[in-house]
């Protein structure tokens, strides 16, 4: 296994549509999804899209950790979605609190589907489906977006919530 290098908002990469992944089981993707799960811990993220590892490809990786499980959702162990759809189930709307790998130590407030679907294929070009809200919801949506080359700041409605994690923690904390 390995560390992949991510890349920065500003790359090509991440502005392009990936290509479907011919076939799930192939060797090479299985390698670079196990490199994308320890890319995606080894920066302590919640998920991580093969674009953001340089590779214009559909597929992402993605955990919700206790930390971020709320309401009742339970935490799910690190997973692989390939080749995903992501269909909103309800119009309700959830503002979300997000930040990315790709721009490191910045967080906005994104307006997100609260109940979603999801199906794509795991590693062994089988099927996965099933449904999502709160944190679990979020992450789908926004690990799918660069799929098709959005960055969150492109959903972003209010810029007032745009800003460096240290420098909204600093202003919570006026001691």
Same mark, same amino acid.
């Given at each position: 296994?390995?560390?992949?290098?991510?890349?920065?908002?500003?790359?090509?990469?991440?502005?392009?549509?990936?290509? *479907?992944?011919?076939?799930?089981?192939? %060797?090479? @993707?299985?390698? +670079?999804?196990?490199? $994308?799960?320890?890319?995606?811990?080894?920066?302590?993220?919640?998920?991580?899209?093969?674009?953001?590892v340089h590779r214009a490809l559909r597929l992402f990786v993605y955990h919700v950790p206790i930390s971020r499980a709320a309401d009742g959702e339970a935490p799910? *162990?690190?997973?692989?979605?390939?080749? %995903?759809? @992501?269909?909103? +189930?309800?119009?309700? $709307?959830?503002?979300?609190?997000?930040?990315?790998?790709?721009?490191?130590?910045?967080?906005?407030?994104?307006?997100?589907?609260?109940?979603?679907?999801f199906e794509g294929q795991d590693l062994e070009g089988k099927t996965i489906s099933g449904e999502a809200r709160g944190f679990h919801a979020n992450v789908l949506q926004h690990e799918n977006d660069h799929l098709d080359g959005i960055l969150y700041t492109m959903r972003m409605k209010d810029f007032s919530s745009f800003g460096y994690v240290d420098e909204f923690t600093r202003a919570e904390d006026p001691a």
């Open positions: 296994m390995a560390l992949l290098k991510i890349a920065k908002m500003g790359h090509p990469v991440l502005l392009r549509e990936a290509v *479907a992944v011919a076939d799930p089981t192939a %060797p090479e @993707i299985v390698s +670079l999804v196990s490199d $994308m799960l320890e890319t995606m811990h080894d920066a302590r993220g919640a998920g991580l899209a093969a674009p953001q799910i *162990a690190p997973r692989v979605l390939i080749n %995903p759809t @992501i269909t909103p +189930l309800s119009d309700e $709307m959830m503002n979300c609190t997000e930040g990315c790998l790709s721009l490191p130590a910045l967080r906005g407030l994104v307006p997100r589907f609260a109940h979603v679907g």
